[in-house]
């Protein structure tokens, strides 16, 4: 699996960003992660999707971002509204084949895509 993530750019605090993650082959068995990685800190996961549609959700994005998937076409998204100047980060989209909902052991990622919220 290959993932292809865009969709950064560089916006202000309060705006919405979408974004995309493109994978190259089949996931719909897989659990689907959006991680970022700010200057100086460790990379985390902001959300993830299972196979089935179960969501979760880091508190510091609980409420401002959704992630949502498109399986027949093997697109995942990170929806991203009320943008804070902490948001600023690398985000990576990941995968991994299991049905269940991981929070921390991804196989594959994409090459990132760099948001940066201005205040």
């Known amino acids: 699996v290959q993932l292809q993530a865009s969709g950064g750019g560089l916006v202000q605090a309060g705006d919405s960003l979408r974004l995309s993650c493109a994978a190259s082959g089949r996931t719909a068995n897989y659990a689907m992660g959006w991680f970022r990685q700010a200057p100086g800190k460790k990379r985390e996961l902001s959300a993830a999707i299972s196979w089935s549609g179960n969501t979760y959700y880091a508190d510091s994005v609980k409420g401002r971002f959704t992630i949502y998937r498109n399986s027949a076409i093997n697109m995942v998204y990170l929806q991203m509204n009320n943008l804070k100047p902490e948001d600023t980060a690398v985000y990576y989209c990941?995968?991994?084949?299991?049905?269940?909902?991981?929070?921390?052991?991804?196989?594959?990622w994409g090459q990132g895509t760099l948001v940066t919220v201005s205040s």
């Open positions: 990941a995968a991994v084949q299991d049905y269940g909902l991981p929070r921390y052991e991804y196989d594959y």
